[in-house]
């Protein structure tokens, strides 16, 4: 006899599968660590970068419209933005946002996505939206170094 499946795990495939097929992610169930985590590299990217350099960013991405979704991470020190997949990359897309503590995670890489019952502390700071363009990761790094350049001469 064959039991069903947790509750915790239906939750997961049930928003796998939200994300799937509302916005075309790859994601993938973590079920040792009961969470799920999208692939990064053809569909998208993740910047990820500290909170209060991140609330910064966001506005002002909101103000030029090229706002995105955005996830806070358990430990509420940092943000996540899923970006277009960076392809045409040259060198590394941080380059002098180091101290500042600004990664880009592409290809290869995983970023966890929230999940309803915010299981492992994970939730969005920003939704996405079904249609929704996501931000180059460009605009994010260009955004992000523009702020810092600016604190950095006042």
């Known amino acids: 006899m064959t039991q069903p499946a947790p509750a915790w795990l239906r939750e997961l495939a049930a928003a796998r599968a939200h994300y799937e097929e509302t ?7 973590q079920v040792g660590q009961r969470q799920l985590a999208v692939a990064l590299g053809q569909v998208l990217d993740a ?33 996540t933005f899923l970006t277009q997949a960076a392809t045409m990359m040259r060198g590394d897309l941080v380059d002098g946002l180091d101290g500042r ?11 966890v996505v929230p999940t309803e019952s915010g299981d492992g502390g994970w939730r ?31």
């Open 47 to 79: 910047i990820t970068m500290p909170a209060g350099l991140a609330d910064q960013v966001n506005q002002q991405l909101g103000i030029a419209m090229l706002s995105g979704p955005v996830i806070a991470h358990p430990d509420g020190g940092r943000w």
């Open 124 to 154: 969005w700071i920003s939704e996405p939206r079904p249609h929704q363009m996501l931000p180059s990761a460009y605009a994010v790094i260009a955004t992000a170094r523009r702020l810092c350049a600016a604190s950095a001469a006042a």
């Open 101 to 111: 503590e600004v990664r880009h995670a592409g290809a290869g890489a995983y970023t």
């Open 23 to 29: 916005f075309g992610w790859p994601v993938a169930v």
